[in-house]
């Protein structure tokens, strides 16, 4: 079974923080992505990586950013992190564009 | 762009019973892939269901079944037999299926509630 790890299930920062989110799969997978989920909106994608540095923005990239150096492992990055990015944060991963995406536990991030 | 509905924001149903989540998409590509994911409570979000465009038989897992209407743009779920366990938030989810400016989009979810 293809494992996603993400690094914390509950993380609280404080405004103005730079804070990471880690993300690993074990299942050697080309495609990775990012989600934001808030209630009564579903999930928002962030960013996605198709290949190891590569990266492309999603729906809502305004103020994350990632790093891909290694295909396992996906990091989100809050450059400096605000109240109105307090969410719970998906990560995911697929083998190809049209295949299942597995997804991590989620972290639940407070910015206070 | 794609969109993705989902017009149920709740609903409940009795244990035993069949229940339908609705689901529509807009979309201009031919060829595409929806799925149905399933977030317990608490708990990771997994794959139920899996339907190609360009296959006209309705996929099927055990007490789950999807009515594709590749014209009407719709892909309903429908559970079968429901169990406690089938308390959980769905998603219904769009793929073009890879190309440029490729991602995945996610409807708001529908939370269904299984009953005693």
């Known amino acids: 079974d293809v494992k996603v790890t993400q690094s914390s299930r509950y993380l609280v920062k404080r405004t103005g923080e730079k804070v990471f989110l880690e993300c690993v799969q074990d299942m050697d997978h080309e495609n990775m992505f990012w989600y934001r989920q808030d209630p009564g909106l579903g999930l928002r994608l962030i960013y996605f990586s198709y290949d190891v540095k590569m990266k492309e923005k999603g729906d809502i990239p305004e103020g994350y950013s990632v790093s891909r150096e290694k295909k396992e492992r996906f990091s989100l990055i809050l450059e400096s992190a605000s109240t109105n990015q307090t969410s719970m944060y998906l990560c995911?991963?697929?083998?190809?564009?049209?295949?299942?995406?597995?997804f991590g536990d989620g972290t639940r991030l407070s910015i206070l | 762009a794609q969109t993705v509905t989902q017009s149920q924001p709740e609903m409940s149903v009795q244990e035993a019973e069949t229940v339908t989540l609705s689901c529509t998409y807009d979309?201009?590509?031919?060829?595409?892939?929806l799925f149905w994911y399933k977030q317990p409570p608490s708990r990771q979000m997994i794959l139920v269901i899996r339907?190609?465009?360009?296959?006209?038989q309705n996929a099927t897992e055990n007490r789950f079944s999807v009515n594709f209407q590749k014209a009407a743009k719709s892909f309903s779920l429908k559970i079968s037999d429901s169990q406690l366990g089938d308390t959980a938030m769905y998603f219904c989810?769009?793929?073009?299926?890879?190309?440029?400016?490729?991602?995945?989009?996610f409807g708001k979810g529908t939370l269904l509630t299984v009953n005693p």
């Open positions: 989810a769009f793929d073009r299926g890879g190309g440029s400016n490729y991602k995945l989009t």
């Open positions: 339907q190609e465009a360009y296959k006209q």
């Open positions: 995911a991963s697929s083998l190809s564009p049209a295949k299942p995406q597995h």
């Open positions: 979309t201009s590509e031919s060829n595409y892939y």
